[in-house]
């Protein structure tokens, strides 16, 4: 059974830093695609980032370029994050999330699996 824990989240001021991570584990992600996600309080499920397990490609939403850094080390099995010149509208919960398929990874409902999710809060 695959399973993902996030951690790392927090409160941090505005222009600070965090780096999430995600814990994987239930089986072999080399066929996969990873993500983040964020929802913030009455707002849907956003699109963040995500990375090819097997090759390392990556692919953010383009108002976060620069910002975040997706990267995944495959000997601990762990997605990561960074977080860099935090906003306030960064405040969210963040989830990570898995999928097979390379297709459609911008798509929350094209994931099958999901983390609990880590609470972060920009305070400006």
């Known amino acids: ?3 993902l824990v996030e951690s790392g989240g927090g409160l941090v001021q505005a222009g600070g830093s965090l780096r999430l991570s995600c814990a994987a584990s239930g089986r072999t992600f080399s066929n996969y695609y990873m ?12 699109f963040v980032a995500a990375i ?6 990556s692919y953010y939403t383009d108002s976060l370029k620069g910002r ?3 990267s995944r080390d495959g000997a601990k ?10 906003k306030s509208e960064d405040t969210a919960v963040y989830y990570c999330a898995a999928k097979l398929l390379s297709y459609s990874y911008t798509l929350p409902n094209m994931y099958s699996y999901w983390g609990q999710g880590t609470q972060v809060t920009v305070s400006s």
Not at 52 to 57: L, N, R, Y
Not at 77 to 86: E, V
């Open 35 to 46: 993500g983040w996600f964020r929802q913030a309080p009455g707002k849907e499920r956003e």
């Open 52 to 57: 090819s397990w097997s090759t390392g490609s």
């Open 68 to 70: 975040f850094t997706i």
């Open 1 to 3: 059974q695959v399973q």
């Open 77 to 86: 099995n762990t997605m990561y994050l960074q977080m860099d010149s935090l």
